[in-house]
């Protein structure tokens, strides 16, 4: 299956990058983490186009209908215009020239103005980012979306750590990621997700020092 060669491939490559690292991390919310994913650290040309690249597929093997992409600054502004190059190209889509937009932090008082830059939002519009934690970006993509009378269509994400938030003794019921698509009633799409970091874990001997820490830290807090 495309989808599966594609989700391990992006594992071993964000391996390669250095993007995707284990060990033992503080992450955002205070736990220690066995591995750590910073997409930031794809920030070269060739790095960004193959991540564009498994974007793309990401997005055709989901079957999600779409009309153009969304980028929340600052992280998904490249990921929108990166992504959409890659769609472009993408033999699925028959040559299909897919716009993009994105969005200023402050609107800009001179000029064209506003906040929104690029293609106008209309049609089906999927939102595109890095990781979803708080779900604060695609709450605010969602009414910028809404506000110019287009529909989101869903959220494409590079990395769904599958983890509940929350307290050691009250975790939430719900990931981040479950959560946004039950409150939009929209499809999140991710490239991988940790049962793909751990599928890549138990198939390579190299890795198998970090087996154990991963699943534990799966079974404590993943959904």
Known sequence: MADTSNRSEFV??????????????????GR???????????NTGRSVGRLAQFYAQALVDAG????????????????????????AQHSALAGRDVPFAFNRK???????GGVLVGA??????????????????????VEIIRQAGAEPAAVLIALDRME???????????????DVAMTYGI??????????????????????????????YRARYGV
């Not at 220690?32 to 794809?42: H, I």
């Not at 509940?164 to 479950?178: F, K, M, T």
Request: aromatic fraction near 8%; charged fraction near 20%; proline fraction near 4%.
């Open 12 to 29: 071993r490559f964000s391996l390669e990058q250095g993007v995707l690292r284990f060990g033992s991390f503080k992450v955002k919310s």
């Open 32 to 42: 220690m983490s066995p591995y750590f994913f910073n997409a930031g650290l794809f």
């Open 64 to 87: 999600v209908e779409f009309n153009m992409l969304f980028g929340p600054a600052y992280k998904g502004i490249p990921l929108a215009a990166t992504t959409a190059v890659a769609l």
């Open 106 to 112: 402050e609107a800009k008082d001179h000029g064209e």
């Open 120 to 141: 106008p939002l209309q049609g089906k519009v999927v939102i595109i980012d890095d990781v979803i934690t708080a779900g604060t970006s695609v709450r605010e993509s």
């Open 164 to 178: 509940r938030a929350g307290a050691d003794d009250a975790l939430s019921e719900h990931s981040a990621v479950q």
């Open 187 to 216: 499809p999140v799409v991710s490239i991988a997700s940790l049962a793909d970091i751990m599928a890549v874990l138990e198939g390579d001997a190299s890795l198998a020092e970090h087996r154990g820490a991963v699943a534990d």
